[in-house]
């Protein structure tokens, strides 16, 4: 199966976000105002209840479609519900085929440094600086290595309304920015416990 998404969603940071979690997926994403007539040579089509799905020829891929305000597919397919759980998302996109494996058992203590100041952090040698949000964030997770941290604590922490998807934003791209100094996984969700940053890195 491709190991390419599209994505078509009216809200751009919804489609940047499962664009982002497809990328540490090892799947290319690609993000369209309306849907092609002709989708099947991705993966998987990802859209939501705005975009026009008629004559469209889907062919292999896998609809996955996001439901708002409890909106049905026009067609068979996975669902997910918005706002929906980044695991929920992972699991669809994973067996959308071009997933990569999952990461092996970690074994060396990961000993970050933290500069408040300058909201940077750094790793053997290398550093990434982080936005506000995102440096609270992994504040509150190195704090609590090994430990869930709640969704409800990140939301009071970053002043965010719960029940948004804010905070899984803020999550996916510092992710990404911490996986360029580790080169692997070490920031977790779980449903129902919330987010945990593993304390060991594989050599």
């Known amino acids: 199966m491709s190991d390419r998404v599209l994505i078509s969603m009216s809200d751009n940071r919804i489609a940047e976000l499962i664009a982002l979690e497809a990328d540490m997926l090892g799947i290319k994403a690609k993000l369209c105002e309306d849907i092609p007539k002709d989708v099947s040579g991705y993966g998987a089509v990802i859209f939501d209840?705005?975009?026009?799905?008629?004559?469209?020829?889907?062919?292999?891929?896998?609809v996955i479609f996001i439901s708002k305000n409890g909106a049905m597919p026009p067609m068979e397919g996975a669902v997910l519900e918005y706002p929906f759980l980044l695991e929920e998302l992972r699991r669809e996109l994973g067996s959308s085929g071009g997933a990569s494996s999952p990461?092996?058992?970690?074994?060396?203590?990961?000993?970050?440094?933290?500069?408040?100041?300058k909201r940077a952090v750094s790793l053997s040698g290398k550093e990434v600086t982080l936005s506000e949000n995102?440096?609270?964030?992994?504040?509150?997770?190195?704090?609590?290595?090994?430990?869930?941290?709640?969704?409800?604590?990140?939301?009071?922490l970053l002043g965010i309304k719960s029940g948004g998807n804010m905070t899984d934003v803020y999550?996916?791209?510092?992710?990404?920015?911490?996986?360029?100094?580790?080169?692997?996984?070490?920031?977790?969700?779980?449903?129902?416990?919330?987010?945990?940053?593993?304390?060991?890195?594989s050599h």
């Open 103 to 117: 990461t092996r058992a970690l074994e060396e203590k990961a000993e970050f440094l933290l500069d408040r100041e």
């Open 134 to 156: 995102e440096f609270t964030i992994f504040f509150e997770l190195y704090a609590n290595t090994g430990s869930y941290v709640s969704r409800e604590r990140l939301d009071e």
């Open 171 to 201: 999550i996916c791209h510092l992710r990404k920015k911490i996986e360029e100094l580790t080169r692997q996984k070490v920031i977790y969700t779980a449903r129902g416990k919330g987010y945990m940053m593993e304390n060991r890195l």
């Open 49 to 62: 209840d705005t975009r026009n799905t008629e004559n469209v020829f889907f062919g292999e891929s896998k």
